[in-house]
């Protein structure tokens, strides 16, 4: 009896060391795991950084949209930023970002991404958030197809920018006849060359909205609209 205790218990004791290696070897495999899978994340957000959004301090701003690019059309003109546009720089068009941020956008077909310098505004084609520059979508793989579902991830803006996705138009009427529309429109686009026909529906009727911008500043839209009133027109500052 003595000797077979002994025995239970020499065979309790292993168990319990034998239960006790396990949970050692449990806890290592998970602390390993994690640490693998921190570091994957660590790895991945590396390539991804975050950073500040406008006015949102330590927010990341991250927008997903349709890309574009322009480029032997363009090349030579001057761009709204006053800078002259050159296809083979890592700049692009947008009306999301105020002039001079910088943007990663990444190709979401093909995990490609690229640094650009907002330094336009457009493009005017409804559902595009961003034009690249030729050499930027010829990095992003963009040239062939001619269009990508793209995510835009803000890495710096200028000093004061104003939230995501604020803008300024400087309207010049509303018409429900496009020719009327087109008329001043015309008129206007001698001086300025972002004027444009922005149709917008209301129910059953269709409106024909003369408008110039986007502009990232207020102050900017009231000069101009201060200008163009003073030219007899009736203007009025649109949020959106």
Same mark, same amino acid.
């Given at each position: 009896?003595?000797?077979?205790?002994?025995?239970?218990? %020499?065979d309790g004791?292993?168990g319990?060391?034998f239960?006790?290696r +396990?949970?050692?070897?449990?806890?290592?495999?998970?602390t390993? @795991?994690v640490?693998i899978?921190?570091?994957?994340?660590?790895?991945h957000?590396? !390539?991804? #950084? &975050?950073?500040?959004s406008?006015?949102?301090?330590?927010a990341?701003?991250?927008? &997903?949209?349709?890309?574009?690019?322009?480029?032997p059309?363009?090349?030579? =003109?001057?761009?709204?930023?006053?800078?002259?546009?050159?296809?083979?720089d890592?700049?692009a068009?947008?009306?999301?970002?105020p002039l001079?941020s910088? *943007?990663?956008v990444?190709?979401?077909?093909?995990?490609?991404?690229?640094?650009?310098t907002?330094n336009? =505004?457009? #493009?005017?084609?409804? $559902?595009r958030g961003i034009?690249l520059?030729?050499?930027a979508? /010829?990095?992003?793989g963009?040239?062939?197809?001619g269009?990508?579902?793209?995510r835009? %991830?803000v890495i710096?803006? #200028? &000093?004061?920018?104003? +939230?995501?996705g604020q803008?300024?138009?400087v309207?010049? $009427?509303?018409?429900?006849d496009?020719?009327? +529309?087109r008329?001043? /429109?015309?008129?206007?686009? *001698?001086?300025?060359p972002d004027?444009?026909?922005?149709?917008a529906?209301a129910?059953?009727?269709?409106?024909?909205?003369?408008r110039?911008g +986007?502009?990232?500043?207020r102050a @900017?839209a009231q %000069?101009?609209?201060?200008? *163009?009133? !003073?030219?007899g027109?009736h203007v009025?500052i649109v949020?959106?």
């Amino acid at each position: 009896m003595v000797a077979n205790g002994s025995a239970d218990l %020499d065979d309790g004791v292993a168990g319990r060391v034998f239960a006790a290696r +396990a949970s050692v070897a449990f806890l290592l495999a998970v602390t390993v @795991a994690v640490a693998i899978s921190v570091g994957g994340c660590a790895t991945h957000q590396a !390539a991804i #950084p &975050t950073f500040g959004s406008f006015g949102t301090h330590g927010a990341r701003t991250s927008v &997903t949209g349709i890309a574009s690019w322009y480029g032997p059309g363009f090349n030579g =003109h001057r761009t709204s930023s006053g800078a002259v546009y050159n296809q083979d720089d890592l700049t692009a068009a947008s009306l999301l970002f105020p002039l001079g941020s910088r *943007v990663l956008v990444t190709n979401l077909h093909n995990g490609r991404s690229v640094d650009v310098t907002i330094n336009d =505004h457009g #493009p005017y084609v409804k $559902g595009r958030g961003i034009d690249l520059s030729r050499k930027a979508a /010829r990095i992003l793989g963009v040239i062939g197809p001619g269009t990508a579902m793209v995510r835009m %991830d803000v890495i710096a803006t #200028p &000093t004061g920018g104003p +939230a995501l996705g604020q803008r300024y138009f400087v309207q010049v $009427g509303s018409f429900a006849d496009r020719g009327n +529309a087109r008329r001043i /429109r015309d008129r206007l686009a *001698v001086y300025y060359p972002d004027v444009r026909i922005d149709p917008a529906i209301a129910g059953a009727n269709r409106y024909y909205r003369v408008r110039m911008g +986007a502009f990232m500043r207020r102050a @900017a839209a009231q %000069d101009r609209a201060e200008r *163009v009133a !003073a030219s007899g027109y009736h203007v009025v500052i649109v949020t959106e």
